[in-house]
């Protein structure tokens, strides 16, 4: 089993749990919990500039707490081996909901709650389906990505086209094929 390690503690990597324009999200362990142990990559990514990642992955998780989103909470950062480890919340992403016919009302509902805390704070988020996960019918901000609110990458405008079976939507689903 791969082992990876944050601050000099060692953690059992379970699997792969997605990859994203910043890194790679596995699901890992200590032997008593699970964690998401996110590994900041430096892949090249031609529709979005990065400064500094794991410096940016600290001041958006502070900004986005400070608007009360439900999102995991931060438990440490690893500069050196540019790693963070944060809370692990189990659950279906809003992206499998769609895919599997299962995409509830209540969760649009939700969402647009966030934007409204999200919006006053003049705030935008990656609205992607894959960066929701529902637990107990609530669904998780499960990424840390936020940006100064600009009007067309907001919810309605832009994350809205990802939520049901749009055309968009299943463009993107089979160009991962």
């Known amino acids: 089993m791969e082992k990876l390690s944050v601050n000099d503690k060692e953690y059992n990597i379970i699997k792969l749990l997605g990859k994203g324009k910043g890194g790679y999200s596995y699901l890992a ?38 608007t009360g989103i439900r999102m995991p909470q931060l438990l440490c950062i690893d500069e050196k081996e540019e790693r963070i480890l944060k809370e692990y919340i189990d659950g279906p992403t809003i ?39 529902v637990k107990d019918n609530l669904i998780y901000y499960i990424d840390y990505e936020c940006n100064n609110y600009m009007e067309e990458w907001n919810f309605e405008n832009w994350g809205i086209k990802y939520w049901s079976k749009t055309a968009e939507f299943l463009e993107y689903v089979n160009n991962q094929k």
């Open 29 to 66: 362990t200590d032997g008593y919990h699970e964690y998401v142990l996110k590994q900041i990559h430096h892949e090249p990514c031609s529709y979005y500039q990065f400064g500094n990642k794991i410096e940016a992955e600290s001041t958006d998780y502070k900004r986005l707490k400070s």
């Open 95 to 133: 992206y499998d909901l769609v895919l599997l016919d299962q995409m509830q009302e209540r969760y649009i509902e939700q969402v647009k709650e966030m934007c409204s805390l999200l919006y006053l704070n003049r705030l935008n988020i990656d609205y992607f389906p894959t960066n929701f996960v």
